[in-house]
Structures are given as structure tokens and as C-alpha cells.
């Protein structure tokens, strides 16, 4: 079936840099996505979201980037910091019906100092 | 503003024994209500959503069963578990209408099953 899925299992990056956490989706309907971060024993925390009517949304230190042509969600965090390591998963709406939101598997972000 | 709150956080249970974990949210009416597993460095798989009182939907077949007997408050059950129940439980909300709007997370529980 039609599912979320990410490029990369694990993120390593230097405290200050930039990440680029990104995530694929086969679902063409789908007309909102949303960014999660998860930190080790902890619920998902809602990070920021986006609608299929934009291609960019910004919160602080980060911006969420929708590529509706080739299917392509990303996640950018600027002057990553050692509290931003954690795992990252995308979501989408399937919009339709009753659907519920389809997760991605996730990706582990490691920032080092 | 509204909460979700989980208990217990972490449980330790023997093969075969019965599970009720429950799930309440504050602030909100007529919430959306979810049940996720997460196993140990994997993906969310739902297994059970509600959109009212007494309306349960399942996801996989399965040794669990959920109940929604009042507004606020979801719980997740099993007559005898199984050593493939270990994982993280975790209970999300949403506002009500169509489930695939933004869902919030609880902290989880841990079980553990032995």
C-alpha cells in the first residue's frame, strides 16, 4: 500500500550546522504532513506542519519544505544543537475518508559537540 | 491548554497476565483518540482509534482490545498477554472530525512483558 518512508536511518552532524532531514511519500492525494520529533523514552512531540497548498512553512530554527512534484518532504534545522538529537518522523494525511495519519519510520538525528 | 496523561509509565508483566493501561486528555471535548505500539527502534503501528464514546476501530487483529467508556478517556486492554506485547504504548489525541489532522502524543508506557 501507498506509505511514508524516509532516505536516511541516521543523521550525524556537528553542533551549530545545518540538517536536512528528509522524507519520501507515494501518496499523491495527500494534502497535510507534519514533522515529529521523539526523544529517547518520550511521546512524539509535534515539531511543525504543512499544508499541500504551500511549499514552505518556517518556525523557529526550523522550515519544513513540500516538493509536491516529486512526492518530497523535508525537515531543515538551522545551528543544529545537542538538544535536537533525537528521531525525526514525517506524517501525512492520505486524505481520505476516515484515514488516519501514515508514519514514517523515522530518522535518528545525532548531534555532536 | 490541553494534556494527555498516561499511567502507568512503566509495567513489568508475566506471560499470561491480564494488561488495562490507561489514557485521559484535559482541555479538549470530544477528542479523536488513538493507541500506537512502537516497538524498540521501530515505527508507530496504530492499533486502535476513536471517534466517540463507545466507537472503537481496529487496525490489526490482534491479542488487544481498546475501550472509550467515557468522553476523555481511552484504555487498552488484554486478557493474557503475550511476549510480543512488549513495547511502547503510546495514546495520541486529536480534535474531532476526520482523524487525519495533527495528533498529540502522551509520554507512553513501557511494558515489559516476561
Known amino acids: 500500500g501507498e506509505s511514508v518512508g524516509l532516505h536516511l536511518p541516521t543523521l550525524s552532524v556537528q553542533e551549530g550546522d545545518n540538517s536536512i532531514i528528509n522524507c519520501a511519500y507515494s501518496n499523491s492525494a495527500s494534502d497535510y504532513f507534519i514533522w515529529y520529533k521523539q526523544e529517547s523514552g518520550k511521546g512524539p512531540q509535534f515539531i511543525i506542519d504543512i499544508r499541500s497548498n504551500m511549499d514552505k512553512r518556517q518556525g523557529q530554527r526550523v522550515t519544513v519544505l513540500l516538493n509536491k512534484t516529486v512526492k518530497h518532504l523535508s525537515l531543515q534545522i538551522a545551528a543544529t544543537q545537542p538538544g535536537d538529537s533525537a528521531v525525526y518522523f514525517c506524517a501525512e494525511n492520505p486524505n481520505s475518508g476516515y484515514s488516519t495519519l501514515t508514519f514514517g519510520k523515522g530518522t535518528m538525528l545525532l548531534v555532536s559537540p | 491548554s490541553q494534556t494527555i496523561h498516561q499511567w502507568p509509565a512503566t509495567l513489568v508483566q508475566p506471560v499470561g497476565s491480564p494488561l488495562s493501561l490507561e489514557c485521559t486528555v484535559e482541555?479538549?471535548?470530544?477528542?479523536?483518540l488513538y493507541w500506537y505500539r512502537q516497538a524498540a527502534g521501530r515505527g508507530l503501528q496504530l492499533l486502535f482509534y476513536s471517534v466517540g464514546i463507545g466507537q472503537i476501530s481496529s487496525e490489526v487483529p490482534q491479542n488487544l482490545s481498546a475501550s472509550r467508556p467515557q468522553d476523555r478517556q481511552f484504555i487498552l486492554s488484554s486478557k493474557k498477554l503475550l511476549l510480543s506485547d512488549s513495547g511502547f504504548y503510546l495514546c495520541a489525541w486529536s480534535v474531532a472530525g476526520f482523524p487525519g489532522e495533527t495528533q498529540y502524543f502522551g509520554p507512553g508506557t513501557r511494558l515489559l512483558v516476561l
Open positions: 482541555g479538549t471535548s470530544n477528542p479523536n
